[in-house]
């Protein structure tokens, strides 16, 4: 069998496959791209070609404009294609719509680029589906034991008493426009609450897009206050970036709520220091627990570790008698998807 490196390598553009000539997740352009999901730390645009799955393709559009590539090439999850001497194939991450692993096989040799995911059912994207691999490379995000996620189910439970405890006040929830805030509106309508809900301007491309790809979302309105409308929003949950919050938009509702919803949120000081009155742990990553059971079933020989907290989940693999590095990667600083 093969040596891993010489199938899948990282250099200064990313990981590169010598013998498929095409890098995974590029950070600069590149002739060819695979590309795991829409964020942009892994999406970037003006690469000469790229490989990713439809729905990964469309958000790309959405954010960059629809020439943001020279060429495109939709790839369906669990089909198999070849490049060069690489068989490819994209299985789900689970992380946001239409996000996916891609499994590169050469020489007897499997290396799976889970780019980012997670293992709990999110009802905006596909589950993760595990593969068994000679190389595993994983991401580490929230990889210390300090980081275990309670239920989904419980924190929207938070909001929705919340809701009912403070009728009177507009509830702010920051959430990414990528993910997040789609599976937040989601998670709320399948625990029941059927109000509108209201949206800053920065998701409306998105959530309209998910629809379209069959994520039922319920009524949404824009978050607009006009003059005398205050009241309206008394009791209103408004979805919005986390970065609308800090402005002089989230002023205008009535006594906000402020929340944020983010694995993050596990950590009291980061909440303080953001002013969140309603920490949400709702996190599009796997946690500590997802990391290692995740490294365990899938039995690799070799786990690499592309970005985060790479020195303790390295430890663990090490602990566990797995051959295991981090690749110390630049350019995967998360665009906030947390």
Known sequence: MMRPEDLLCPGPSGLYSPLGDFYVDPVRPVPRALVTHGHSDHARAGHQAVLATAETLKIMAVRYGADFAGATQAMPLGETIRIGEVAVTFQPAGHVLGSAQIVVEARGCRIVVSGDYKRRPDPTCASFHPVPCDVFITEATFGLPVFRHPSDAHE?????????????RAHLVGAYPLGK???????????????TIHIH?????????????GVALGPLAPATVETGRKAEFAGAVVVGPPSAFSDLWARRFPDPVPAFASGWMTIRQRAKQRGVELPLILSDHADWDELTATIAELGPAEVWVTHGREEALVRWCELAGIRARPLHLVGYEDEGEE
């Not at 439970?157 to 009728?167: I, N, T």
């Not at 301007?201 to 790809?213: D, I, Q």
């Open 201 to 213: 301007g920065a998701l409306e491309k998105l959530c309209r897009l998910y629809e379209k790809e």
């Open 181 to 195: 805030a789609q599976r937040v509106i989601r998670l709320l309508r399948d625990a029941g609450y059927d109000r």
């Open 156 to 168: 929207i439970g938070k909001l929705l008493a919340s809701l009912e405890a403070f009728p009177e």
